[in-house]
């Protein structure tokens, strides 16, 4: 039944696409970008920066995709979120404005303030510690490189689902320069554009200066104020220099500024719970959800509409600068990395998800100051060699969440004013010290075996200051805590290569997700997560260097995961979740055809399983709901036993494909791409009902485009999700006070557009 909708509903675009495992996808019109190493017509050999030795993709004894920058841009990767369409086991949504980026099921459960997510998310090597500063999009990048499987050996403290990092474009001694003019549905105004070279003459001294402007109508509208909901008005600037003192030593600087001002990442309401929709508290006031609003109309709800009091308000800034010295010693090179990162950001939602105010105006501030130090040494001498390294980071996390209370004496049979002039409020600081030291020695016992041997010791220790207020049950506490976590993480590696173009390879390790002190919480400090990971996998070059095949299998024992969730208090409460086992497998091919005609393909598999938890359900009170039951916990008749449910975010099976084909005409080219992926049923909480989940869907992309000849410009027309599916990109079930909502956010509906790119 599936396969028949499938190929009915994307008949015209299967006829060119072959089935596939996707690598990456094209976008339509592509700056410049230095080409990878590869032989003339086989595939090009991307090196891999991420894994802290420049080592080239298909020789990385690891799970390892890496987008270039021809697939980046408009019509293509252009957010976070797009990557998981074209890489195996990532699940990828967004949470009030936060990244929840999810990998074989590892990722970021907790939503409080202060939470981190489970992978490293990195900008030329330095972290990004806030998960909302990941979603500032991406413009002139060289790569992305997504290392799936903890990484905790080289990045530590919040690496236990893997590390993607972002690999921005650099300065080149001729000058060189694009710019790219999008406008599409919606209507959607992108800008984009570098300019780059020499300033000494020669390649002594380098720079390169970038940025982008974004700005659309929304996808969606508050239908109560006429305001847009899901825009976007947004600019990012980038400068680097690059000073090379002499071939030893190389200096990059890099500085960076990003503003966001709109109404994105709104507030989405999915509907009731277990309360039914007209016995919802809002009601009291008469008020209506978007779901009642159509109701009254006699229309079917569109859901990527609001109908709130409240206008959903985004407004995000930051700006960077990250230092790297290179020095190459010969047999040794040491590398510098040191940063420094803003951040600031402010929302506002509804929380009760009508046009009238029931303690529903939700403020959430969050402001971030880091910097990082890190310091990389590789040796190699003979069949020896050795990485080894220390870094430090220090962060200041300053939020509050605030919640006035108007009208809220309503549901204690009060007069509604009663709770006015009160609130609901986390506020305080967080302060983050981390120290990391590393080392791992690889030998190469014959020319076909080689073992690596490692570990890191992590140590971070975490002070908040705060209070926690919540005026109609007469609670204001303070929430002054502190504590330490350290952690060795042992990693151990055998590769066999028997021939110059197979490796297989196996390995053991353990990642690290520190423990956490989220910002004005009565919660106490919780603790580490920790995941012992058991890979193995191959790499395979066949067909004259054409085709490049890849897979791994892999087991986690999952311990102390750290699940967010709103109590019967309404107050949110992060707890660690016992233990978890998480297993699967993926594929991913590469393959260059004749005649200019490229395809990729990916496959995963994921059994992501909860081993032993119990927690209070939401619906507890509900006995009577038809089809919803769990057993209750031993020696805890309050909490049900949710042992064998699935893990959040982990979807068990996922397929993609797509192809990028070059037909000349005349001097230039036309190209034609495409791209789809289908991914099974996903549930977004432990509980793993139908209040929470996404069903199986599948989305396609697909582009036209002209390049003149040498590239001088180019042309082209794109659409994004072809079927203008409804897909939720993330679902919670939101506080008792509001008597269990269903809230979330949406993927993009169907796009289209048009760039025209000018390269010189």
């Known amino acids: 039944m599936l396969r028949r909708f499938l190929l009915a509903r994307y008949a015209p675009l299967a006829m060119l696409m072959v089935p596939a495992l996707a690598h990456a996808q094209t976008a339509p019109v592509t ?105 500032s999009g991406f413009f002139d990048l060289e790569q992305i490189e997504v290392l799936r499987g903890p990484q905790s050996i080289l990045y530590g403290r919040g690496a236990t689902a893997g590390a ?93 500024h990003f503003n966001e001002d709109d109404h994105n990442y ?54 960077g600068a990250t230092g790297t010295l ?18 600031d950001r402010f929302q506002r939602d509804d929380l009760d998800s009508s046009q009238v105010n029931l303690a529903g105006q939700n403020n959430y501030v969050e402001k971030s100051r880091s910097f990082s130090q890190e310091v990389t040494v590789n040796y190699q001498r003979g069949g020896l060699s050795l990485l080894g390294g220390a870094m ?44 990391g030291v590393y080392l791992q020695a690889s030998y190469e016992l014959s020319p076909a075996v080689k073992v690596t041997l490692g570990g890191r010791y992590n140590y971070e220790h975490r002070s908040g200051d705060g209070y ?41 390790t353990k990642g690290f997700k520190s423990g956490v002190i989220n910002v004005g919480s009565t919660d106490p400090a919780i603790d580490p997560e920790t995941v012992w990971s058991y890979e193995g996998g191959f790499k395979q070059r066949f067909a004259n260097n054409r085709v490049l095949l890849s897979g791994a299998i892999f087991y986690y024992d999952y311990k102390n995961l750290q699940v967010s969730f709103v109590n019967a208090n309404s107050i949110v409460q992060t707890i660690n979740a016992a233990t978890a086992r998480n297993y699967g497998g993926e594929l991913e091919l590469e393959a260059r055809i004749v005649g200019g005609l490229s395809i990729n393909a990916n496959a995963s598999y994921l059994n992501a399983k909860f081993t032993k938890f119990c927690n209070a359900y939401y619906g507890a009170a509900f006995p009577a709901r038809a089809g919803i039951s769990y ?32 037909v000349p005409v005349g001097s230039g080219k036309i190209t034609l791409n495409g791209d789809a992926k289908w991914q099974s049923k996903v549930y977004f909480t432990e509980f793993n009902n139908r209040d929470a989940e996404q069903g199986a869907y599948a989305m396609a992309n697909a582009g036209l485009t002209y390049h003149a000849a040498k590239d001088r410009w180019s042309l082209g027309v794109w659409v994004k999700n072809i079927g203008d599916e409804f897909v939720i990109a993330n679902n919670i079930i939101a506080a008792a006070t509001y008597q269990f909502p269903r809230v979330g956010s949406l993927m993009p509906p169907r796009t289209y557009g048009a760039t025209l790119g000018i390269n010189f």
């Not at 190459?328 to 951040?343: C, E, H, P, Q, V």
């Not at 204001?476 to 330490?484: C, D, E, Q, R």
Request: hydrophobic share 35%; proline share 6%.
């Open 631 to 662: 057993a209750p916990c031993p020696n805890q008749p309050g909490l049900v036993d949710l042992s064998g449910n699935s893990l959040p975010n982990a979807p068990r099976t996922s397929f993609g494909g797509g192809f990028n084909w070059d």
């Open 468 to 508: 926690f207020r919540f005026d109609a049950i007469g609670l204001n506490i303070p929430t002054n805590v502190a504590k330490g976590w350290s952690s060795v993480t042992p990693k151990a590696l055998i590769e066999y290569h028997p021939t110059t173009t197979t490796m297989l390879y196996a390995s053991v």
């Open 326 to 343: 290179d020095f190459n010693l010969g047999a040794a090179t040491i590398k510098t990395i040191t940063a420094y990162r803003s951040f």
């Open 164 to 256: 993607i990092n972002l690999v921005t474009a650099r300065p080149k001694e001729e000058l060189q320069g694009f710019i790219r003019a999008t406008y599409g549905d919606y209507n959607a105004k992108i800008i984009e554009g570098a300019v780059g070279g020499s300033v000494s003459g020669d390649d002594r001294l380098l720079a390169r200066i970038a940025g982008k402007y974004e700005k659309r109508d929304g996808y969606g509208k508050n239908l109560f104020t006429g305001g847009d909901v899901d825009d976007r008005d947004a600019y990012a600037l980038r400068g680097t220099i690059i000073a090379n003192f002499n071939p030893s030593v190389r200096a990059t600087l890099v500085l960076d």
């Open 31 to 135: 700056p410049p970008s230095p080409p990878a190493s590869a032989d003339q017509d086989g595939i090009q050999d991307i090196i891999v920066t991420a894994t802290r030795q420049n080592t080239s993709l298909s020789r990385v004894p690891g799970a390892v995709s890496a987008i270039t920058g021809a697939d980046l841009g408009p019509g293509g990767v252009s957010n976070i979120g797009d990557l998981q369409v074209v890489v195996p086991n990532v699940s990828i949504g967004d949470q009030f404005g936060v990244n929840r980026t999810f990998i074989r099921g590892v990722g970021l459960n907790n939503f409080d303030v202060g939470g981190e997510g489970a992978v490293a998310f990195l900008q030329n090597g330095a972290i990004l510690p806030r998960p909302a500063q990941q979603l």
């Open 266 to 319: 709104a507030f989405h309401y999915f509907g009731p719970s277990v309360v039914p929709e007209n016995q919802l508290p809002h009601t009291l006031l008469g008020g209506k959800t978007v779901i009642g609003y159509y109701a009254s109309i006699g229309q079917t709800p569109n859901l990527r509409n609001i109908y709130s009091d409240q206008e959903a308000i985004n407004r995000r800034k930051g700006y």
């Open 392 to 435: 430090y980071l220090h962060e200041k996390l300053s939020g509050q969440v605030l919640v006035p209370t108007t009208n809220l004496a309503l549901l204690f049979g009060l007069p509604a004013s009663t709770f006015d002039n009160g609130a609901y409020e986390q506020k305080g600081v967080v302060k983050i010290d981390a120290v």
